[in-house]
């Protein structure tokens, strides 16, 4: 399985970017895992940021809900992070995951695989 994410970038505060993860890989498609978004600066942990699973039920941190939604298009396997009104605290690496036995969404233990992320700045 291979993941590749895409759509970052540099935004001021207030404003919007759309990241997606693309899988890939014989013998899956994305309705067999679980999703998730991560993002990580230097020196801090890294964070759970949004998951979503095969039905679509889907958990968000904190900090994010109401800003971001996630969302999958299972027919072209990819995985969508929508964020809006982009805070500077929101400026990371945005990593995409995948896993087939998620329990805690926010959890990056619990996926298999890491896509090799995606550097979002958001500026004053």
């Known amino acids: 399985v291979q993941l590749v994410e895409s759509g970052g970038g540099s935004v001021q505060a207030g404003g919007s970017l759309r990241l997606s993860c693309a899988m890939s890989?014989?013998?899956?498609?994305?309705?067999?895992?679980?999703m998730g978004w991560f993002r990580q600066t230097p020196g801090i942990e890294r964070e759970g940021v949004a998951g979503i699973d095969s039905d679509g039920s889907s958990t968000y941190t904190a900090s994010v809900k109401g800003r971001f939604i996630v969302s999958r298009d299972s027919a072209d396997n990819i995985v969508h992070l929508l964020m809006t009104n982009l805070k500077l605290e929101d400026t990371a690496m945005y990593y995409c995951a995948a896993g087939r036995y998620v329990a805690d969404r926010l959890r990056g233990s619990e996926y298999e695989y890491w896509g090799q992320g995606t550097q979002v700045t958001v500026s004053s």
């Open positions: 890989g014989s013998g899956y498609t994305d309705s067999t895992f679980c």
